[in-house]
């Protein structure tokens, strides 16, 4: 059963537009999530992540929501380049006894394509 | 720099051998793990270790196996077992006690021919 799930598997976005990738969860108990943004043949590479404390972080042109009571976040990019084309991952994991982090679980990722 | 390196990139495996693919990192990250990617599948965790000498099956360990002889190695051995061996193999590297996720080699592309 998936317990992070990225339900739109590709998505389109005009040059400058916003992009919004969207992400539900299952568990509980997660409590830290972020966002990691792959390109074809390499490594993912962290974007931004957010702590169940909060309900929105900032970083430049992304940001990430996060709400607790519909187990549900979401990544905004705005405005969209054409770099910005990739497959983000959502990733989550719940805090393990003594604060230190658990495993990452990862939904399936949604492809990205930023048309200019 | 430090950093988590895969090698090789890309490599090619007869049916019925087993093949190990390397991992290793300089980061001084107490953690290891390692994934599968497949097209639609996103990634699945394969094994992973959070200390030396230690490791744990994720969800997807079958036809696998690992070692963790040293803090900075995780090689992962494909063995004749796994069914469907090809695919997008990523290793990643953390402090257990982080904030700031994984960090992720370059990837190897495993074919069997």
């Known amino acids: 059963d998936q317990q992070v799930k990225q339900n739109s598997p590709s998505l389109s976005v005009q040059e400058g537009r916003i992009s919004i990738l969207n992400c539900d969860y299952t568990?509980?108990?997660?409590?830290?999530f972020l966002w990691y943004k792959k390109y074809p043949a390499e490594g993912p590479t962290f974007l931004i992540s957010i702590s169940s404390i909060k309900d929105k972080n900032e970083d430049g042109r992304f940001t990430v929501f996060l709400n607790k009571s519909a187990k549900h976040l979401s990544l905004h990019i705005v405005p969209s380049q054409p770099g910005d084309s990739a497959v983000y991952f959502c990733?989550?994991?719940?805090?393990?006894?003594?604060?230190?982090?658990?495993?990452?679980?990862f939904g399936k990722g949604t492809k990205l394509s930023v048309k200019p | 720099d430090g950093g988590i390196t895969q090698s090789p990139k890309y490599l090619f495996r007869k049916e019925g051998q087993n093949v190990t693919l390397s991992c290793e990192q300089n980061?001084?990250?107490?953690?290891m793990y390692w994934y599968r990617q497949d097209p639609g599948q996103g990634l699945r965790l394969i094994y992973y270790s959070q200390i030396v000498n230690d490791f744990q099956k994720g969800d997807i360990a079958e036809g696998y196996s690992v070692s963790r002889e040293k803090k900075e190695s995780f090689p992962l051995t494909v063995t004749s077992a796994q069914k469907n061996p090809t695919a997008f193999y990523l290793c990643?590297?953390?402090?257990?006690?982080?904030?700031?996720?994984?960090?992720f080699g370059s990837g190897t592309r495993l074919t069997v021919v």
């Open positions: 990733a989550a994991t719940p805090r393990r006894y003594g604060g230190s982090q658990g495993n990452l679980i």
């Open positions: 568990n509980s108990m997660f409590d830290y």
């Open positions: 990643a590297s953390s402090l257990v006690a982080s904030n700031y996720g994984y960090t």
């Open positions: 980061l001084n990250h107490d953690a």
